[in-house]
């Protein structure tokens, strides 16, 4: 659009990995994005200073000296992230594929909001999406379906789909089970330490699984429910787990991560389409 700048400055074309580890140049019929060079923060250690009551005795000084505080741990280089435009709906997307909290593509989406760009997903989006109980609750307000559930700090009856909650582990189990209850249990909550989330599987359900790009999904049965993951999540590549029950009702029951550069090659010529890398 005239007069704006989507997308930030300093981009470069990487070296892409292949599966095995190699780089090998972007060739013209593959279409890798344009990657964004973003900023790594580190602060430094810094001596905590001990009170002005503390001063006064003086016996303490030695060791209020050696007091320091650690320094924050770095963000990961943010380099190599693929940042897009979405020309769709005007605004700056993170393909990355997987937002979770601290890992590349959250700090991602982090810098490219506090440095102004109207930018999905947003640090906020990434909670609602990957925070089991928050995905769920917003998918009810939303009028999406979604399967029975509940929170639980160690039991549960089957059958049962279980996810962990806690910034340690992401991890789920389908229990069908009651033999199998309390060791799930304890291995999912850390020794009964954290919360799980835990969803009904009706009789006869299964659990399948679906591949969302902006909305879009390759399989068309599917289509319609990717078109409203994006729509409520602002999730631009995700693994959509579902529970499809035997009269073949289609629940949503979770997003999970999706890495970019493991889209098939109609799923890329799709975000070729959608998605414009600046050059």
Not at 131 to 153: D, H, T, W
Not at 228 to 249: G, K, L, N, Q, S
Not at 260 to 272: D, H, P, Y
Request: charge should be positive; hydrophobic fraction near 40%; glycine fraction near 4%.
């Amino acid at each position: 659009m005239p007069g704006k700048d989507p997308m930030p400055p300093n981009v470069a074309h990487p070296e892409m990995p292949d599966s095995s580890g190699d780089t090998h140049p972007p060739s013209s019929s593959t279409p890798y994005p344009v990657m964004v060079e973003l900023p790594t923060r580190v602060r430094q250690a810094t001596v905590v200073k001990p009170p002005a009551r503390a001063e006064q005795d003086r016996s303490l000084q030695p060791v209020l000296d050696r007091v320091i505080v650690p320094p924050q741990v770095a963000p990961p280089d943010l380099r190599g992230v693929p940042v897009g435009y979405f020309n769709a709906e005007d605004c700056v997307v993170n393909m990355i594929g997987d937002y979770r909290y601290m890992k590349v593509g959250y700090y991602a989406s982090q810098d490219l909001e506090t440095t102004g760009h109207t930018v999905h997903p947003t640090c906020k989006e990434i909670m609602d999406a990957y925070v089991m109980p928050l995905f769920l609750e917003r998918a009810k307000s939303q009028g999406l379906p979604i399967p029975n559930f509940y929170i639980s700090n160690g039991y549960f009856e089957p059958p049962v789909l279980v996810d962990t909650i806690n910034p340690f582990m992401s991890r789920h189990s389908v229990v069908y089970k009651a033999t199998a209850q309390e060791r799930v249990a304890k291995s999912l909550t850390r020794n009964f330490t954290y919360a799980i989330c835990c969803q009904d599987l009706p009789h006869r359900a299964r659990v399948n699984y679906f591949r969302a790009i902006l909305g879009w999904s390759p399989v068309p049965r599917f289509r319609e429910l990717a078109a409203a993951v994006w729509r409520v999540y602002r999730i631009p590549v995700a693994r959509v787990r579902v529970i499809i029950t035997h009269d073949r009702e289609v629940l949503l029951s979770g997003l999970q991560p999706l890495s970019f550069a493991r889209l098939s090659e109609r799923e890329q010529a799709f975000v070729k389409k959608a998605v414009t890398w600046r050059t």
